[in-house]
């Protein structure tokens, strides 16, 4: 086995990313050391109980010493906090970096508490479930999947490499962009397909309780593909869209505005621009399987809570 990348990771914050990195860490040997740290008494004894990592810490500034690698896994809404507690702990050379599904506020928020001898390299695995905490985290997360790096200008070459290693190590594919490109792509790969899948359950669940009961009752996979996306962490997704809210209102508008031509197109009995559009998306999602990228397979998702079980 090679030497590891890394000889200790800090990993702050033990949900389902953080403890998927702790999985992955200890299988593909990225680490001689995994230091973990959480907010909460609770969820590090469930931490230290399922054995994720080699010390336990309530204190942030205790774990980030003398780490080469610290990781945030925290809501992004509390990165410039963790940040600021952590930034004196912070070992020279060290590289620090986060998982964040925003990056410009991220980064806005971390970096001016950052000191000039570390190193700053954001990143943010595409890769999850609607699942969260330490119970929730596999190893198999990361695999076939891509990370995007987005370094400031001027980040040390050798630090970008090593990070993008370490992701590989996971099963990633890297991809390095600038923070707002990210953003504005996330926006609508992402944050706008969770509002409205967030959206349309919440309506669902606003019906007359006769209905509703026929929603749960009649739901087939198209509708349950929602409620799954719906029931993502409440946490995590706040401050997803408080801090990406420009590109998400951005994309929001452009959806909006097309939504409403499909509504034209109903009313005045309009097949054909209904037919070009299902038939323009066919392709899209075809597209997407044969470049391999619906690597939702079934078992192994469903094993995870990627998929709701089977129905009875
Ligand atoms: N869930 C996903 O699908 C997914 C995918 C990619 C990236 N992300 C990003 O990863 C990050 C973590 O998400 P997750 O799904 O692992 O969430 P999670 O809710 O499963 O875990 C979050 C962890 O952070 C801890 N925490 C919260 N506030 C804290 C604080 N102030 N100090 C220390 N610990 C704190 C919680 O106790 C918990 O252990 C988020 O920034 C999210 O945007 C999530
Ligand atoms: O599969 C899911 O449950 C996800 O929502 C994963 C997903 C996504 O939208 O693709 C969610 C948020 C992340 O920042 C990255 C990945």
Redesign the pocket.
Known sequence: MSEPLFDRVAL???????SSLAHNIRAHGLARHIAIT???AE?LKRAEELKLGDSYHLD?AEAVRGADLVIL????G?CG??TKEIAGALEPGAIVTD???VKGAVVQQMRPHLPETVHFVPA??I???EQ???D?GFRELFENRWCILTPPDGTDAEAIDRLKRFWEGCGSTVEIMTPDHHDLVLAIVSHVPHLIAYNIVGTAADLETVTQQEVVKFSASGFRDFTRIAA??P??WRD?FLSNREAVLEMLARFSEDLASLQRAIRWGDGDTLFELFTRTRAIRRGIIEAGQDTAEPDFGREHGRHEPERK
């Open positions: 702050i914050g033990i949900g389902l990313i953080g959480t907010r909460r969820t942030a896994c925290v809501p992004v509390s906090a963790v998982v964040g599904s943010h695995p890769a999850g479930t969260s905490g330490p929730a993502s962490d946490t995590m997803v």
